[in-house]
Structures are given as structure tokens and as C-alpha cells.
């Protein structure tokens, strides 16, 4: 029995991954071996940094309302737990942004969790 290829699938996958490297330097668009492994490479930073992502932007928040807090002579943990025993539910990226763009807001929070005590 004669050998058959299936071509049409073989193009249509190759092409993919050439599709998918356009735009990358050298052989790393044109040669198909290298151009898969960089795609590859690609995707594989990308499913990583997508939940990095998460983590530097949760870091982002925490700074900043630790900065806002420290202005008012409160730490962030201090502040928090304040919050929390105020039973405030507020969550960190709201927090953020009232302390990056609006103070007066953060410093209720802030004379809230002062005056509790």
C-alpha cells in the first residue's frame, strides 16, 4: 500500500505557528522549527504573567494605601484591621483609588479608624 500524507493539515499547522511569530526577529518568523519554539516560549510567558499580573497589581494597591495611611499617622495593618473590627467592607482597589485620587475620602476612613478606640 502507497504512503499517503496528509499535506493540507501539515500546511494549515505549520502556518499557524508562522502566523503567530509575525513580527519576531530573523529566522524566528521564517524557519519553522525556531518560530514554533518562540511561540511556544511566548505562550508559556504569557499564561505565567497573566497571574503575575494579579499579584503586582494587588502589590500596587497595598502600597499606596499604605502611603495615604502613613500621612494620617496610621499603618497599613493598623488601618485595615481597624476596618475590618468597623466592619467595613471596602475592598483594596476601591481603597486605592480614594488614596491616589481622593484624600479627603481616605482621611474619613482614616479619622474612622483613629476614633474607634
Not at 42 to 60: F, H, M, N, V
Not at 64 to 73: L, Q
Not at 84 to 89: G, Q
Amino acid at each position: 500500500m502507497p504512503r499517503s500524507t496528509n499535506n493540507v493539515a501539515a500546511k494549515r499547522r505549520r502556518k499557524k505557528y508562522l502566523r503567530a511569530a509575525k513580527g519576531y526577529v530573523g529566522g524566528r518568523s521564517k524557519l519553522y522549527r525556531t518560530a514554533r519554539q518562540a511561540v511556544e516560549k511566548g505562550w508559556l510567558y504569557a499564561y505565567r504573567d497573566r497571574r503575575t499580573k494579579k499579584r503586582e497589581i494587588r502589590k500596587l494597591w497595598i502600597i499606596r494605601i499604605n502611603a495615604a495611611a502613613r500621612m494620617h499617622e496610621l499603618s497599613y495593618s493598623r488601618f485595615i484591621s481597624g476596618l475590618k473590627k468597623l466592619n467595613v467592607e471596602i475592598n483594596r482597589k476601591a481603597l486605592a483609588h480614594l488614596a491616589f485620587h481622593d484624600m479627603d475620602a481616605f482621611k474619613a476612613f482614616c479619622d474612622l479608624v483613629k476614633n474607634q478606640k
